[in-house]
């Protein structure tokens, strides 16, 4: 994986008390987390725990029934120009629209700070290799570069916290290896603080430096690990790590399948 300097944190986003219904049902409880400015968190654990409502919550997609989450002291959904980038799960592009006018959408319907210069726009598009496509449609696309699409779309406003629920599932093992290559390569020049949902533990060790479990039945963060290895290579311990969250994960989800 591309190498990173390590820069000390400074300010956080915290959410705190965090909780969330529908109807009837608790998607989160009173959870508490804070996420370090310009690192990447991985956030693991059993369907149906609350992982995307907890993206969505931080999208300002979806409204907390009580808790908040601040920036710097101050409650994010009265930050002005506070910029969010967010890939959903089948990265939500709009069909009718070419590969181009889905990459600048954020730009055109005015969210974020809207602070993109040309080069950062052209370096971003030639790192996804996206330049010979931007005149397609999306129904065009394979699966590898719907997700770049997607990802450039996220970044292209140059945001302040980047969500990303399951960004890589849908492909294939080497699709996957590479878009991972290239978003670690992006994430390393912009250094965005970002949220990550994986079902793949060798992902969740590979991707970021803390990871989070979310418990199933609490709808809380039970473990919050920081990640020696990222972004190192040492292959024999991040194996051990794997190993170390399929425990834990398996513990708490009585045997629900992960993977490896």
């Known amino acids: 994986m591309t190498p990173v300097p390590i820069r000390p944190a400074s300010m956080k986003i915290s959410i705190r008390n965090l909780s969330v219904r529908y109807g009837s049902v608790m998607a989160l ?12 968190h991985i956030l693991i654990g059993p369907s149906g725990c609350g992982k995307s409502t907890l993206i969505k919550a931080l999208a300002g997609i979806v409204l907390p029934d009580s808790g908040s989450i601040e920036h710097r002291g101050e409650p994010l959904s009265k930050i002005t120009g506070f ?26 319907v005015g969210t974020g700070k809207n602070r993109t210069n040309i080069p950062d726009a052209q370096d971003i598009l030639r790192t ?3 330049e010979p496509f931007l005149r397609r449609y999306p129904d065009e696309l394979s699966g590898g570069e719907k997700q770049r699409v997607a990802l450039a779309r996220a970044l292209i406003h140059r945001p302040d916290l980047l969500l990303l629920d399951e960004p890589f599932s849908a492909l294939d093992a080497f699709t996957a290896a590479s878009s991972q290559e290239l978003f670690l390569k992006l994430w390393a020049e912009h250094r965005v603080t970002t949220l990550l949902i994986t079902h793949s533990l060798h992902e969740a060790v590979s991707l970021g430096r803390y990871i989070l479990i979310l418990h199933p039945q609490k709808h ?41």
């Open 29 to 40: 409880n009173d959870l508490s987390l804070e996420l370090e400015e310009g690192e990447i």
């Open 83 to 108: 910029g969010i980038g967010y890939v959903p799960q089948h990265y939500g592009l709009l069909s009718w629209k070419t590969v181009q006018a889905n990459i600048f959408l954020p730009l055109t």
């Open 128 to 130: 996804l290799g996206l």
């Open 220 to 260: 809380c963060i039970s473990e919050h690990i920081i990640n020696g290895q990222f972004p190192g290579n040492d292959e024999k311990d991040k194996a051990a790590l794997v190993m170390r969250l399929r425990f834990l994960f398996e513990d708490m989800s009585q045997g629900e399948a992960v993977h490896d």
